[in-house]
């Protein structure tokens, strides 16, 4: 009599938060909150512009897949990628933006502190990027972060890997935000956090400053260099990460809008 032997089921897939460790999927939850709350505060342009984080102890760093919305963004979702632009793990298989990977593989490979590169092309940062001067000291947000900004020149779409060396020398070894000319807007962070309330900051900055340029640049009252280094030595001082208290709001925030970027 003939056995007939049952077909052996297929095993199923571990979920992307069973297969990487607990930090990194921190960093992943971490950074599509980011990307959620780019869309709530406006900081978005379609399917352009990338952020970015180094999965922590290794080469390899994500961010959000070419094609996909800000609020489409999941921890699961995120690519993962090794500086050299090589795709490590895509769930989605739309892989990324070369210009997106042109940028964030320059900054994480030149600043080993950064764990999250920010960017961003909204219409008040490209506006002040135009600017000559740059970004003034004329707020309080402004104050936070005007003594730490460099800028980087317009070379076109950043699609030419011999740009990064230039990014690197223009960011500086110090600098975590950076005006790139005519284009948008850049922080970087130790963590998704810090990265996050730069670009925060830094977007507000562009915002009052389009308005108050409404004005006349000779109606403008600038803050003094002393007020700027007495502002930045108050909101820059060490802190546990315990001791934010912004973040943990913005993501109760998100939970209560029923955004899914823990996913």
């Known amino acids: 009599m003939a056995v007939t032997k049952l077909a052996s089921r297929p095993k ?25 709350l780019a869309t709530i505060y406006g900081m978005t342009d379609i399917i352009l512009t990338h952020f970015s984080a180094r999965v922590p102890g290794t080469e390899h760093f994500l961010l ?24 490590i793990e895509d769930i989605t ?7 997106g990977f042109v940028i964030h593989g320059c900054i994480h490979g030149a600043r080993t502190d950064a764990l999250c590169v920010l960017h961003t092309h909204t219409r008040a940062g ?10 003034l000291p004329l707020s309080q947000h402004s104050a936070r972060i005007v003594d730490n900004v ?59 400053q389009v308005d108050a340029m409404a004005a006349g640049r ?5 803050i003094s260099k002393q007020t700027v280094e007495r502002t930045s030595a108050q909101v820059n001082r060490p802190r546990a ?6 973040w943990p709001a913005l993501l109760r925030m998100l939970d209560r809008r029923g955004a899914d970027f823990r996913s």
């Open 12 to 36: 199923k897939q571990r979920s992307v938060k069973d297969r990487v460790s607990e930090a990194e999927w921190k960093v992943r939850t971490d950074l599509a909150a980011a990307y959620h």
């Open 64 to 87: 959000n897949a070419y094609g996909l919305m800000f609020d489409e963004v999941t921890a699961s979702n995120l690519v993962k990628v090794d500086q050299e632009g090589n795709l």
């Open 93 to 99: 298989g739309m892989g990324v933006n070369k210009a």
């Open 126 to 135: 490209i506006a002040v990027a135009a600017m000559s001067e740059g970004i």
């Open 150 to 208: 460099t800028y980087h020149d317009y070379e076109g779409i950043a699609l030419d890997m011999d740009e990064r060396e230039r990014l690197a020398h223009d960011l500086g070894p110090n600098s975590r935000c950076m005006v790139l000319r005519n284009h948008g807007l850049l922080t970087l962070g130790k963590t998704v956090r810090d990265a996050f309330m730069l670009m925060y900051n830094m977007e507000m900055s562009c915002r009052v």
């Open 218 to 222: 000779d109606k403008i009252t600038l």
């Open 241 to 246: 990460d315990n001791e934010h208290r912004d």
